[in-house]
């Protein structure tokens, strides 16, 4: 399949493209209304840059990593031009936004998808599974953490409340909130952020998150969704869910996948992965359902859904008054 | 010098307070429960004389350890300090804040100490946690996550644990450590946002604080576990460096264990506590703390019973 990328500044841009030549598909082009940022990005990626009118017309289906700011523009372009779209998340700065595009792509009869990889990972599916089968008995609580290194040292659009709509919980909330979501199989009743900005202050938004919610049917979870993992760690991040409920407790960690090497020289410590995981996953369900032309697994409402949780939390936070 | 402690109460917490007594070197003389049956039993398990008054108990030693039911915390310990002998007793301190201000009151007219068993201070990873903090090493304390979680109680003290006016519930009975330890390190709270799930002796309970200070504390604490789980876990993140604990060093499967690292920490306490009844120590956690802890569990109950974040009044 032939694909173009709208918007390159998403730090996942890069690795979307090296995965999708893997699977053997062609990346097409890219655009970014930043010129300079896609001459760089092309340079790095080997990707010929383009306007996004050539694009819309070489291209068979989209992938919009650009700033969250610019989602809706692009989605409008995209959907007029009838081509599937695998969006990053979260959808949109604001709910409305967010629901625009959603409509915006049915009203155009194209395939939207969200990209929320962890849905592909072995171990979210297996608990979905699990869940759905009614084998946990009443869920209590779902404890996650999904914490990063502070992204913006690459990308600095992550910390402009304009461009990105927030700090960290505009970053990573989405993911474990629509993990949940996908797992209980309902939206929350409840959801509230309690937020900071004492590691790296002058970001401007916020940088640490945590957030509680409360589901219909009476189960609690709380999401860590903090930039507070050291620059240099062995891993830029956690992923990782307790599950309590009626059968007993469920410990998981989606960042397990990995081995440990130690440098005899240097004595740096570093975790490999392999290439092939949920990300690459996510993106052959991207094309295997524009090639269909059917509804892909993670949908553009999960994203509404997901995304949504984010926002109530970024806007239910009220910095107490010192 | 020995001290000669009067245990109150013949449960659970009595059972531990005694071993770590001994372990810490004083010496445990009698003990006192209202029901004839369970302070029998309880004298013989632990080669311990059983008085039949708190007046009895009194008489016979120099510290009134309280272990009983929190809600009647405020009751006994009134009536130990009018008895003029210094006073340990279980956390939490009471069941609200009005009876923990009686207590004080109470103890400081009489002129005799008040400890708190905050037991979760005395653990030496979170002691050693603290000092670093202290001394400024990991920087402006961020986000910090703890997490309490155990099975249910089995055996009597289902009865008072699991009647939430008599316990407090999950918020009061167990999450209380780990608030206490966020004020420890992070300074008083202001805001509370809590919610919970289950009743009786299966509940499972979490929080997120707002410190003065500009911290934020995630908090879980559960009953809800498998039948004899229990496991802590904390991490610290400052803006110079991040602290987290591991998995315990003794992991068992299908076996139940004659020892526990929780002896040692008991212990420690204890050995804290005889160090200050001496005048030889400053306490690590007073009264007033354990009354502040107090008020952000009770904030936190009343912010999971409306179902909103709450401000915490009163916090120095």
Redesign the interface.
Known sequence: MRIGFAGIVHVHAIDYAASLRRLGHEVVGAFDADAVALAAWCARSAVPASSLEDLLESAEAMIVTSATNEHLTYAVRIASAGLPILMEKPLATSLPDAAEIVRVCAEAGVTLMTALPMRFSAAAIGIREWMAGGAAGDV??L?G?NQSLYPAVEADWFADAERAGGGAVMDHVVHLADLYSWWLDAAPT?V?G???S??YPDAGVD??C???L?YPG?????I?A?W?R?QNDVVFGTFAV?I?CGA??VDVDAMADHVVVVDAETSRTSWIFASDGPAETMLAEFVAAALEDREPSVTGADGLRASAVALAARDSWRA?A? | MTLRIGIVGSGRMASVHVAAWRRAGQTVSLVFSPSPESRRRFSEAHGLPSVSSLEEVAAGCDVIDVCTPTDTHCRIVVAAATLGRHVVVEKPIALTVEEAERMSEACRLAGVALLVAHVARFDPRIRLVHERAAAGELG????M?F?R?SGPTTGSAADWLGDDARSGGVILDLMIHDIDLACWLAGPV??V??????SGISQ???????H?S?????L?A?W???IG?FRTFFEI?G?RA?AQSVDPGVRSAGITLPFDGADAVYAAQFLHFALVLEGRAEPVVTEAEATVALAVALAATRSART?R?V?VGGAS
Do not use: F, K, W
């Open positions: 209590l609580c404890s953490v409840r509230h309690t937020m900071n004492v590691l940088t640490a945590l957030v509680t409360r009476g189960q609690l979870a709380i860590d903090s507070s050291p307790t309590t007993g407790v107490p010192r | 402006n304390l961020a986000v996550r997490q979680l202001t805001h946002d809590a919610a919970t799930v289950g499972h309970a979490i929080a997120a604080l707002s003065a500009g911290t934020i504390t995630s879980e559960s809800s576990r498998p789980d993140v803006d991040t179902a974040p401000l």
